[in-house]
């Protein structure tokens, strides 16, 4: 992503208590507010691109707690209320902390 745009507020989450990044700097310095998944290619237009900060880095599947359920870190941009998931080019859904759907 620091190739392709320098400005950084969309990656900080209105929704939690995140500092704004300073604009032009990579993102690799610094500490955003989702989970993004790098690697998709064109033809992957229903997979997820992003995700409000998880509870971990490791993947998840179906019925798997993403989203912090007592409000406490981490995975906690809307305290214990989920989280949203951004489709590349479907929208985005909000989902309960425990992950209620396949994708992939």
């Not at 500490?31 to 998709?40: E, L, P």
């Not at 981490?74 to 909000?94: D, E, I, Q």
């Amino acid at each position: 992503m620091p190739r392709y745009t320098s400005v950084t507020a969309p990656f900080i989450c209105p929704g939690s208590k995140d500092k704004p990044l300073p604009e032009g700097e990579p993102l690799e310095k610094h500490r955003i507010s989702y989970a993004y998944y790098m690697g998709w290619k064109t033809s992957d237009s229903n997979q997820v691109l992003m995700t409000d900060r998880q509870v971990d880095s490791l993947p998840k599947v179906q019925g798997q707690i993403t989203f912090s359920s007592n409000g406490k870190k981490p995975g906690n941009n809307h305290h214990r209320y989920g989280g949203n998931y951004l489709f590349s080019m479907a929208g985005s859904r909000w989902v309960p902390p425990q992950r209620r759907f396949r994708w992939g």
